[in-house]
């Protein structure tokens, strides 16, 4: 190919390379700018407050992991989108098995849908999942993770939580099955 064409060739190329990246540069948003504002990304993170070991819970379909008894997610599995403005009326679906289940049905889960609680502006955080006695469950969104002065609901680290329970601490070392009322 002569010179004067590839070069020729090359500024148009880089012409087509600047029009196409001012193109995005406009003052209005696009409709994936304010959808992108309309919603925050919330990673999902397990609190398990039982004897039992969450071995896998689902939101809204998406994976979150597992849990260890009086354990906190110790990494984020999934995550899922949530209103940036609370209001009145956001439900999840939350799913999950724990070990008691798994021994009656492989592939069994408990199913709740589960109103998420007030909250403020969140920039990053996570969509606290914490699993209780008596398969029941709640969510939190926040900015902040169980222990923090902030946490919603005053939720504490579920280890810390064991630790000013009655026995929990004997029972977390024995090998011993759940206690009666701790699942």
Same mark, same amino acid.
């Given at each position: 190919?002569?010179?004067?064409?590839?070069?020729?060739?090359?500024?148009?190329?880089?012409?087509?390379?600047?029009a196409?990246?001012?193109? *995005?540069?406009?003052?209005?948003?696009?409709?994936?700018?304010?959808?992108?504002?309309d919603?925050?990304?919330?990673?999902?993170?397990?609190?398990?407050?039982?004897?039992?070991?969450?071995?896998?819970f689902?939101?809204? *379909?998406?994976? *979150?992991?597992?849990?260890?008894?009086y354990a906190?997610?110790?990494?984020?599995?999934?995550?899922?989108g949530?209103?940036?403005?609370?209001?009145?009326?956001?439900?999840?679906?939350?799913?999950?098995?724990?070990?008691l289940?798994?021994?009656?049905?492989?592939?069994?889960?408990?199913?709740?849908?589960?109103?998420?609680?007030?909250?403020?502006?969140?920039?990053?955080?996570?969509?606290?999942?914490?699993f209780?006695?008596?398969?029941?469950?709640?969510?939190?969104?926040? *900015?902040?993770?169980?222990?923090?002065?902030?946490?919603?609901?005053?939720?504490?680290?579920?280890?810390?939580?064991?630790?000013?329970?009655?026995?929990c601490?004997?029972?977390?070392?024995?090998g011993?099955?759940?206690?009666?009322?701790?699942?």
């Amino acid at each position: 190919m002569m010179p004067a064409l590839k070069r020729a060739l090359s500024i148009c190329g880089v012409l087509l390379m600047l029009a196409g990246c001012g193109a *995005g540069n406009s003052s209005a948003p696009s409709s994936a700018q304010a959808q992108e504002t309309d919603t925050v990304g919330l990673s999902l993170f397990g609190l398990n407050y039982t004897d039992v070991p969450i071995g896998i819970f689902y939101v809204n *379909g998406v994976w *979150g992991g597992n849990s260890t008894p009086y354990a906190a997610g110790l990494s984020t599995a999934g995550s899922i989108g949530l209103p940036a403005k609370w209001h009145p009326g956001i439900k999840v679906k939350v799913q999950w098995r724990d070990d008691l289940l798994y021994d009656q049905d492989k592939d069994a889960l408990t199913t709740a849908e589960v109103e998420v609680p007030r909250y403020g502006k969140i920039y990053s955080g996570y969509l606290l999942v914490a699993f209780l006695p008596g398969r029941k469950v709640k969510v939190y969104a926040s *900015g902040v993770g169980p222990g923090h002065k902030d946490a919603p609901d005053g939720l504490e680290n579920p280890g810390e939580f064991c630790l000013k329970q009655p026995g929990c601490d004997e029972w977390y070392d024995s090998g011993k099955p759940p206690r009666e009322g701790h699942y």
